[in-house]
């Protein structure tokens, strides 16, 4: 079983549409994340939420709309994309105060915009 | 805020060459965790190690080898008779301890061409 699980794994769309990346957890955590990994690799946390609940709101832009139906949920909408947008977005969990025993990554999205 | 420095962004060596890989953090914590993570190229984030910030031993794991120094912030990374599928994006990354506000930061990366 797949720990944390993200669809789709490729996403090609023009600009202007909206698309919704979705992620899953089975490991009993209680927090997720949305990173983003842009064409140079580097890696910057989007989102975070802790039981349903907004943590984390790195200054992304509100086009970009975490939702967390539950704790082992949590899906990014994007509206209106934009070029810059193309990259690969991550989502990761991991179980609070207890840092220790790490985060758990899913495979990644890899989003590109025409 | 912290912060993860990785000067070298991209290393080739030889195979079989031993080679390390700098890392440098920042926090006002005194409580924090730093990690490891490989992404080769078919993208996914590879877990290697974490350390918590009490404990300064170094690790070994087969080739692999980590070497933390809280006194220079530093947590370097050695990889010994290199191997061509080694070859991979290495990141450095940091955690505070900050309840319910976790996230980890990361450093830049850098990109280990290992050539047969």
């Known amino acids: 079983d797949t720990a944390v699980s993200q669809t789709p794994k490729y996403l090609v769309t023009q600009m202007g549409n909206d698309k919704s990346i979705k992620c899953e957890q089975n490991?009993?955590?209680?927090?997720m994340y949305w990173y983003k990994q842009d064409s140079k690799k580097f890696l910057k946390i989007m989102f975070s939420?802790?039981?349903?609940?907004?943590?984390i709101n790195e200054t992304v832009p509100n086009r970009f709309s975490p939702k967390s139906p539950d704790k082992a949920h949590l899906n990014l909408h994007i509206n209106s994309l934009e070029l810059g947008d193309s990259a690969v977005y991550f989502c990761?969990?991991?179980?609070?105060?207890?840092?220790?025993?790490?985060?758990?990554f899913g495979s990644g999205t890899r989003l590109t915009v025409v | 805020a912290q912060k993860v420095t990785q000067a070298q962004t991209e290393i080739s060596v030889v195979e079989k060459e031993d080679v390390t890989l700098d890392c440098v953090y920042e926090?006002?914590?005194?409580?924090?965790?730093l990690f490891w993570y490989k992404q080769p190229p078919s993208g996914e984030l590879v877990f290697l190690i974490r350390?918590?910030?009490?404990?300064?031993q170094n690790e070994i794991s087969g080739r692999y080898s980590w070497n933390f120094q809280k006194s220079t912030s530093s947590f370097n990374f050695t990889i010994t008779a290199s191997q061509v599928v080694d070859s991979a994006v290495y990141f450095c990354?940091?955690?505070?301890?900050?309840?319910?506000?976790?996230?980890?930061?990361f450093g830049t990366g850098t990109r280990l061409t290992i050539i047969p």
């Open positions: 990761a969990s991991s179980q609070v105060g207890q840092s220790y025993y790490g985060y758990t």
């Open positions: 490991l009993g955590h209680d927090t």
């Open positions: 939420y802790n039981n349903k609940e907004l943590i």
């Open positions: 926090t006002r914590d005194t409580t924090y965790y």
């Open positions: 350390r918590n910030s009490f404990d300064e």
């Open positions: 990354a940091l955690s505070e301890r900050s309840f319910g506000n976790e996230k980890l930061t």
